[in-house]
């Protein structure tokens, strides 16, 4: 199941790291983004 949603995520979500984002100075929904983006991706591994 995660390695479909991450399949969809790499299609749907936009990748911060393309666009050298800082993390420091990322809005709270980027972080969130991001964080659900390293949760699947993460899960998806195992």
């Known amino acids: 199941m995660f390695k479909i949603l991450a399949k969809i995520n790499k299609l749907v979500l936009p990748s911060f790291s393309k666009q050298q984002l800082d993390l420091a100075k990322a809005s709270k929904w980027q972080m969130a983004i991001i964080g659900f983006r390293y949760y699947v ?6």
């Open 41 to 46: 991706t993460t899960r998806a591994l195992v």
